[in-house]
């Protein structure tokens, strides 16, 4: 690594190994194909990286051998020659598997590296009703069974992530208020599980994943917030194409933003909460109610932080047509910016499964921005 003292370049300050080197060309070289709009060559790899040729061979063979790439045949050329052989992200390498538990639903997913949905499983059930412990023992029954599936199936399932209506750090459920959870340690329940045994699990907020979960596949605006609705409403804030999560990871709870003060009690404890009126189950009983709640708060964050793009998930995805008038309305009356730069108001791109999406991509971009430490991984295993 290098230094730099008023933006001007020092000596290094730390020893750059040849290790290193190596994971970061395998890292540049699996993002060049992974990100490329056609089947690129060696060659062409070569071209974009700056690697010498011979470099990218020996990396390519590398990443081919340890199932993260495969040659495919190259896109028609119109030029004389015979055309290089193609490469593409390997669907049949490793696999991330997303989890999520929600007020009324447990579900599991499988993607694989190319960001292909393999396998989709939903058990709707109250969990309000259950402990930590029964819901995190039912989900990992469910995760055990993708697994088990996957891995049927010729995947190797590189991780797990796990979304939460709550607020998570450093692994602990802190909160979850619609769940009545207070300091859960997720991961660790999970990893108790016979069959998830020393398979790296990660937790964090489902709003938060379900966001990166859209950043992905939409490749649009990098900075929007996504709300998510369910019994109970997050957000997630991208800013620039990264995921914002605030001093202390907690950012986000957009529904306890008082939008009638005095107004209904909330679980939380104050009055007035957003997802009094606007959760799934408000939804259900006032379409107009809701969409004006929404339209109240969400003009508050765009006023706060100039948001150009909002993208409504969960539960709000299949009924966007009947809740975007009414939010548009409070957003032209109470946006200050309203009529020199409209807000964007879409519907999520993956609707209710975002959230485990998200969570199954978080696995498979670690392994993408590390595939040396996935193919180490791989080499120790008995």
């Not at 060659?43 to 051998?65: E, I, N, P, Y």
């Not at 519907?347 to 180490?376: H, K, Q, S, Y």
């Amino acid at each position: 690594m290098y230094g730099t003292v008023k933006g001007v370049l020092t000596v290094p300050t730390t020893p750059v190994r040849q290790a290193s080197v190596r994971a970061h060309n395998l890292a540049l070289v699996l993002h060049t194909v992974a990100n490329s709009a056609d089947r690129p060559s060696r060659a062409a790899v070569a071209a974009v990286t700056g690697l010498t040729r011979a470099t990218v061979s020996a990396l390519v063979d590398d990443l081919v051998a340890g199932g993260l790439l495969v040659e495919v045949a190259p896109p028609p050329r119109t030029g004389a020659g015979r055309p290089a052989v193609g490469l593409a992200l390997s669907a049949a390498g490793p696999a991330g598997l997303g989890l999520e538990i929600n007020v009324d639903y447990l579900a599991a997913c499988v993607v694989d590296l190319t960001g292909t949905v393999r396998l989709r499983y939903v058990e709707h059930a109250d969990q309000r009703p259950a402990d930590p412990a029964q819901s995190l023992a039912a989900l990992g029954t469910l995760a055990a069974r993708a697994r088990l599936a996957a891995e049927t199936g010729g995947l190797t399932v590189a991780g797990a992530a796990l979304a939460v209506p709550g607020l998570v750090t450093s692994g602990l459920v802190r909160v979850a208020p619609n769940l009545g959870w207070q300091d859960v340690d997720a991961v660790a329940a999970l990893r108790a599980v016979p069959e998830l045994a020393g398979l790296p699990v990660t937790v964090d907020n489902e709003a938060n994943l379900a966001a990166l979960g859209e950043l992905r596949v939409t490749g649009g605006n990098p900075t929007f917030l996504y709300v998510s609705g369910e019994v109970g409403i997050g957000a997630g804030l991208v800013l620039g194409g990264e995921l914002y999560r605030g001093v202390r990871g907690w950012s986000g709870e957009i529904g306890h933003v008082t939008v009638f003060p005095d107004g209904r009690p909330c679980r939380c404890g104050a009055r007035g909460c957003l997802e009094q009126y606007a959760g799934q189950e408000a939804l259900e009983d006032d379409v107009p109610l809701a969409a004006a709640a929404l339209g109240i708060a969400l003009s508050v964050v765009v006023n706060l932080l100039d948001i150009p793009v909002i993208v409504l998930g969960g539960a709000y995805a299949p009924v966007y047509a009947a809740l975007r008038d009414g939010i548009e309305t409070e957003l032209r009356r109470r946006v200050l910016t309203a009529g020199l730069a409209p807000v964007e108001l879409r519907a999520a791109e993956l609707g209710a499964d975002a959230a485990m999406r998200g969570a199954a991509d978080t696995v498979i971009r670690a392994v993408r921005e590390d595939p040396a430490g996935w193919m180490r991984r791989t080499a120790a295993a008995p």
